[in-house]
Each structure stands twice: as C-alpha cells, then as structure tokens.
C-alpha cells in the first residue's frame, strides 16, 4: 500500500481538507483510497502525537484528560498499534491518504522516527505540504489562537525556524523522505486549482471527486469585535483549570462566537508587520522558490499594507460586554452541568424535573 501524508502547513484548509476526506471516506474506498479513523476521525493528529517529545503536544493530550507522562506513554503505544492493525486489516486498498497538519511541527528527530514507522507500514510514502504566506499565516493564526484560549493582544511577531519557517520545514522532511518524495503546493486562491483548496488538493492526490458530498469550509474568522471580545473573556474563562484539566464551564463558546460575530471589519497587517516578515523569512522564502517554483519571480505575491481603519470600540464597553457574555455563558453552563449530574444519579427521568425545579428555585 502507498501512503500519501499532507502535513499541512497550519491555515492552509487543513480542516475542510479533513472534513472532505471523512464525508466522502467511502467513496475514496470504492476508488482503491483508504482514509483511516484510528488516528482522528477527521484530523490525523494522534500520528504527531506518537513521535512528539514530552511536553511537545500538552494541550492535546491534556484535551484527552492524560495528565500523567507514564499515561500518555501507553496512550502513545497503542494509538500505534490502532494504526497499524487498521491498515493491516485495509491492505487491499491500493492507497492510504493522512492528513494532520501538526505533523509540519516535528523537529528532525521526531520527523526520522516518524519515517521509520511509515515506511515499516506502507511500500511507499510520499508528502504533501501547502504552504501559505507568512503575514497571512501570522493574521489567521491569531484568530485561531483567540479560540483556543489565548490572552495575546496581538498576533505573534516573526521568528526563524517557527512555522513559517518553510526552508526549515521542508530541509527536514527532505532529508527525512527524500526531496524526490514531497510535492508543495502555494495556498493562495490564484495558485489553487479552480481557485479551491479542495479541488487543488484532490488534484495533488489523484482523486476524482465526481458526485462527492460538499462541505462547509471550517473555522470562519471573526471579525474585529468578535476578535476583542474573545480576547476578554479567555481572560474570564480561561481553557483550562489550575489543574491542567479542561475547563469544563468554557464548553464551546467559540461556537456562539462563531455563530454570531463572524465578518465586519478584520484585523489587518501593517507595513512594520509585512516589512518585520519579510525581512525574517527572505532568505528561507528565496530557498523554496529556488528549490520547488524556479520559475516564480517571487515565492510569494507582492503585497503593501491595508489602509489602517482604527477599531471603534470603547475599552470600557468591551470589558462591560465581555462580564455579561461570560457570566451569563457562566451560568448556562453551570446550570447545565447541574441538570446532568441529578440526572445521572436520579432514576426514572427525576433527575430532570428535579434539576428544572432546582434551577427555578435557586436562579444562578
């Protein structure tokens, strides 16, 4: 069996990718294509989890309630071992296709060991990357890291060998599975094929998509105020508890923020930002193009700075509108988990009435 691993990058359509592949798994099936599920139903990211360091994937794992090191070893052997015995017993299927995008995140090491165990499953291995212009990355990156949690004011400055690092990213996997074996593609709607990430990526992988099931394209940014607003109450609400668990009165507030603040003005980059990436990632930049796109003039499109709009929002009106939203997503929650405990303990549907009768005596 041949495997194909897209790695990502990070905000380049991984997760509609994802969606794509899982909706339509069993059409990829009838073609001779395997999509596993061992590994994430959708995002593949156990496999990164398997080779990372200790201290590599904290949130993941704290995410799956292992706390303890010894635990997220075991956890680690046999989510190796899910794989394995589910490509085993899937073996006449010609191809596999996996796809996690923390797998652009490995280092050297953690890349070789992943080398190892792919090419003891598979005959042949090849990787495909989609890689997106930093300043963009940066900007679609804050608004990611706002909904799982962060308290950053701002979106992160550039640093080499981060994860727009891409000469260092991609020198890795080379030297890991040979130059020969990856296949990068730009993530930019004027290099796309039909101007989609999920036509591109189909055509990258030799699927014929004929009659698949569509899907929504996934983790829509916020606009402005949704972006101050979020900032507040991760403040409020943080993601996890002092314990290191998840914070279970968080629950999904990013789907109500999602849901109701999405579009509007956005966050846009400014010449000291554009200027401050491009001067970090020039040389790594000219390396991919020479290496993968010789015939580009520049790996990625020119750009200049958005004219500057200043946010109209009063610091003291943000701070009042983020106590209501988290108090009142606060209370909801506890009422919540409330109504779920009694009746998890209380037989016959009691637990419900009596949780609602609870709930109406002592109002949160």
Not at 337 to 358: C, H, T, V, Y
Request: proline share 5%; with cysteine; net charge positive.
């Amino acid at each position: 069996m041949k495997a194909l691993v897209h790695i990502g990058t990070g905000k380049t359509g991984s997760t509609s990718i994802q969606s794509y592949m899982y909706e339509n798994r069993m059409k990829l099936q009838a073609q001779g294509i395997y999509y596993p599920q061992s590994p994430g139903a959708r995002n593949h990211r156990r496999l990164p989890a398997i080779v990372q360091k200790e201290g590599k994937a904290d949130n993941y794992f704290r995410d799956q309630r292992l706390i303890d090191p010894a635990a997220r070893q075991v956890a680690r052997t046999a989510w190796w071992k899910d794989l394995c015995d589910e490509i085993t017993a899937v073996r006449q299927c010609g191809r596999c296709i996996i796809s996690a995008e923390h797998l652009s995140q490995l280092d050297m090491e953690e890349t070789q060991d992943l080398h190892a165990r792919l090419t003891s499953l598979f005959e042949e291995v090849r990787i495909l990357v989609y890689l997106r212009d930093p300043v963009d990355y940066a900007i679609s990156m804050y608004d990611t890291a706002l909904k799982i949690g962060s308290t950053a004011a701002a979106p992160a400055p550039p640093v080499a060998g981060g994860p727009t690092d891409y000469a260092r990213i991609l020198k890795r996997w080379a030297d890991a599975f040979g130059q020969e074996n990856l296949t990068v593609r730009l993530f930019d709607r004027a290099e796309l094929t039909g101007g989609d990430i999920l036509q591109d990526f189909a055509d990258a992988a030799g699927i014929n998509t004929q009659d698949f099931v569509t899907v929504n394209i996934h983790n829509p940014s916020l606009g402005r105020l949704g972006q101050q607003l979020l900032l507040r109450v991760n403040k409020r609400l943080p993601r996890y508890r002092r314990d290191g668990s998840p914070n279970p009165v968080r629950g999904d507030i990013v789907g109500l923020f999602e849901r109701f603040l999405v579009g509007g003005s956005r966050l846009a980059p400014d010449q000291k930002m554009i200027a401050a990436y491009n001067a970090t990632f020039a040389s790594s930049n000219e390396w991919v193009r020479q290496t993968f796109f010789p015939d580009r003039p520049t790996l990625f499109r020119e750009r200049t700075a958005a004219p500057a709009i200043a946010d109209m929002f009063n610091e003291d009106d943000l701070d009042r509108l983020a106590d209501l939203i988290s108090e009142s997503w606060r209370q909801g929650r506890e009422a919540q988990m409330d109504r779920k405990r009694a009746e998890r303990f209380l037989p016959n549907g009691q637990g419900k009435s009596f949780a609602d009768r609870a709930s109406r005596r002592n109002p949160k």
